[in-house]
T-cell receptor, first 111, second 114 residues
Framework: QKEVEQDPGPLSVPEGAIVSLNCTYS??????FMWYRQYSRKGPELLMY????GNKEDGRFTAQVDKSSKYISLFIRDSQPSDSATYLC???????????FGQGTRLTINP | SQTIHQWPATLVQPVGSPLSLECTVE??????LYWYRQAAGRGLQLLFY??????ISSEVPQNLSASRPQDRQFILSSKKLLLSDSGFYLC?????????????FGEGSRLTVL
């Protein structure tokens, strides 16, 4: 079993839809959770960073962490074609030098 | 502000030829540095990471090597490339002290081995 599981998709939704992207994990020591967005042929960019359970909102993006269920989500409201990209979840524990990444979900927003 | 530069952006190399990819970070000191590879349609594979000059940790056995000759410089090398070395190579950095996990990536180097 992988430490982090993420459905690779692809996921295709119409413009304006609410998108939900999810990851599950098995290591209860994970404390820091991140979402990266990667456009085609580009390096990943940090989109959201959360610590501890709960929600964090940034514009149209909301990151949610449920440590009891070992489950994290990224919600995109009012999705735009420019949101089309691969989204990778990543997480790590206190003092660790490395992130553990999900496989990434390829998302397409159709105009 | 911190920036990361990676080059070359694209290269095509014959099997058996050497490789050198270079990465530099500006605007920070004592960063942790990382080399990842991303095969087409697949996730990120950590190849090497470094917590200081001359300190290299290898994650997977392969014909690649890494070096950190200066605090903010990280180099990925190979003496003889294989077809399987083709991929998208990403350099990344994180804070060395007070690290809370955030990684910041370069733009990537796309390598095709023919």
């Amino acid at each position: 079993q992988k430490e982090v599981e993420q459905d690779p998709g692809p996921l295709s939704v119409p413009e304006g839809a609410i998108v939900s992207l999810n990851c599950t994990y098995s290591n209860s020591a994970f404390q820091y959770f991140m979402w990266y967005r990667q456009y085609s042929r580009k390096g990943p960019e940090l989109l959201m960073y959360t610590y501890s359970s709960g929600n964090k909102e940034d514009g149209r993006f909301t990151a949610q962490v449920d440590k009891s269920s070992k489950y994290i989500s990224l919600f995109i409201r009012d999705s735009q074609p420019s949101d089309s990209a691969t989204y990778l979840c990543a997480m790590t524990s206190q003092g660790a030098q490395k992130l553990v990444f999900g496989q990434g979900t390829r998302l397409t927003i159709n105009p | 502000s911190q920036t990361i530069h990676q080059w070359p952006a694209t290269l095509v190399q014959p099997v058996g030829s050497p490789l050198s990819l270079e990465c530099t970070v500006e605007g920070t000191s004592n960063p942790n540095l990382y080399w990842y590879r991303q095969a087409a349609g697949r996730g990120l594979q950590l190849l090497f990471y470094s917590v200081g000059i001359g300190q290299i940790s290898s994650e997977v056995p392969q014909n690649l090597s890494a070096s950190r000759p200066q605090d903010r410089q990280f180099i990925l090398s190979s003496k003889k490339l294989l077809l399987s070395d083709s991929g998208f190579y990403l350099c990344a950095w994180s804070r060395g002290t007070g690290n809370t996990g955030e990684l910041f990536f370069g733009e990537g180097s796309r390598l095709t081995v023919l």
